[in-house]
């Protein structure tokens, strides 16, 4: 009978847990959607106003003097279009720009990219720019109409009841009637809010995107940038490897070389001092022996041929200094380049939550799903990772690319962080 309440109550704790971590992550996508909203509005307005230029120097065109204003319009939307690939690849998958983008009329009307702009410019300003408004109303609506009953008693005694001009409240009940739609506002935030964010953010992702015609030449130089990248982390690992050689491991055999000649030439003058420079000898030895498996498990962790990637990452939890769930569904082997990715991600992962996020609590998940591996590394700290505050999160990034994987981080302040990796597995059975 204990036995049957411990796992009762066991149950319940879990379901508890499990409710609440629903909670802190649709919370966390409600507040990410919103700032998403609320960017996409900044360049929803300057889309708007580039729209108009391009209308204005299409008419002006009909008596020849918008002929010269056709370069500075074509400049500004290809500008706020770059604004918007920015904006979405700091949400998703990165969206590469042309080299140049042309700004004479004759280039630009049979320009594919251009036209491809221009659609999304019309698509932005209008549908991009309403969904814009709405994300930056509703919690503006939401915590009028919930706070009403607080203040209802200090308003005159006309006071509109509701943000939306409905009704006036004349007592209690009807001012706490009115809080109600308050809630109807939070709902709809939490319910439509990531959904908005994505519909805002279609139009760009469809039509930003390289065509067709000129996936080939993006594709090139999207490749140059992530070989570049890949190079670069490269060297900066090849760096970090000789520092640690040099600075530890280098340091401590010559110690020992030191000792052991020392002790060599004490051996015939003093032979009672040669035990301790023995000891010294060997304690720096094990030190320096210590400092190179540490070295190498950083090059290529051995755990990875012994366990696999699924024992790799429980490791790392286990390790980790804030506690750390793994949910791990790997059918089958990822090549070991992914593997190793994938090792170091998490472990740069975890390693920031543990230093600056304050969580009390993290979770990994790793599926393999159609030749792909998806990560998740969530945590209910504080948020606000910001690539260039030195978080790590740009050699992650650098790591991910060069696989021709994505990399997605959502930390709004306040949290919580989530890290979404995608990266080709190159099975191998």
Not at 323 to 328: G, K, L, T, Y
């Amino acid at each position: 009978m204990a036995l049957q309440e411990t796992a009762a109550r066991g149950r319940i704790t879990d379901e508890g847990a499990g409710f609440k971590d629903i909670v802190v992550q649709t919370v966390g996508a409600a507040r990410s959607a919103i700032g998403q909203l609320a960017t996409g509005a900044t360049t929803a307005i300057a889309a708007l106003f580039v729209l108009l230029w391009l209308a204005l120097t299409a008419v002006a065109s009909l008596v020849g003097v918008g002929l010269l204003m056709w370069p500075a319009a074509l400049k500004a939307l290809h500008t706020v279009a770059d604004r918007e690939r920015v904006r979405l690849s700091r949400y998703g998958s990165v969206i590469f720009a042309p080299d140049a983008s042309p700004t004479r009329l004759r280039l630009a009307v049979v320009d594919p990219t251009t036209r491809r702009e221009v659609h999304w410019l019309v698509r932005h300003a209008t549908l991009g720019l309403l969904f814009g408004v709405i994300g930056l109303l509703l919690p503006l609506l939401a915590v009028r109409d919930t706070i009403f009953p607080l203040v209802w008693p200090f308003g005159p005694k006309d006071a509109t009841a509701t943000s939306i001009g409905l009704g006036v409240a004349h007592s209690w009940p009807q001012a706490v009637a009115v809080s109600l739609l308050g809630v109807g506002w939070t709902a709809i935030i939490l319910g439509l809010g990531p959904g908005m964010a994505r519909l805002q953010g279609a139009p760009g992702r469809r039509l930003l995107t390289p065509g067709a015609d000129t996936d080939l030449s993006l594709r090139v130089t999207e490749l140059t940038a992530t070989r570049a990248a890949a190079l670069d982390a490269h060297a900066t690992e090849l760096r970090r490897i000789e520092r640690s050689l040099h600075d530890g491991s280098q340091n401590r055999l010559v110690t020992v070389t030191v000792l052991l000649g020392a002790a060599r030439r004490m051996l015939t003058r003093d032979p009672g001092s040669v035990d301790e420079l023995l000891e010294r000898a060997q304690s720096a030895a094990e030190q320096a022996l210590a400092e190179l498996r540490t070295v190498s498990r950083s090059i290529l962790p051995p755990v990875l041929a012994d366990r696999g990637l699924a024992g790799a990452l429980s490791g790392l939890a286990a390790e980790c200094a804030v506690p750390c769930q793994i949910d791990v569904e790997l059918p089958e082997r990822c090549a070991a380049s992914v593997e190793a990715t994938a090792y170091f991600v998490v472990a740069e992962a975890l390693t920031n939550v543990a230093k600056h996020s304050g969580a009390s609590k993290a979770t990994v998940t790793a599926r393999t799903r159609g030749g792909r591996l998806h990560l998740i590394i969530h945590d209910d700290g504080r948020g606000g990772a910001d690539e260039e505050g030195g978080s790590g999160l740009t050699g992650i990034r650098r790591r991910v690319a060069a696989h021709d994987g994505t990399l997605r981080v959502t930390s709004p302040v306040g949290g919580p962080t989530t890290f979404e990796v995608d990266l080709p597995s190159g099975s191998s059975a």
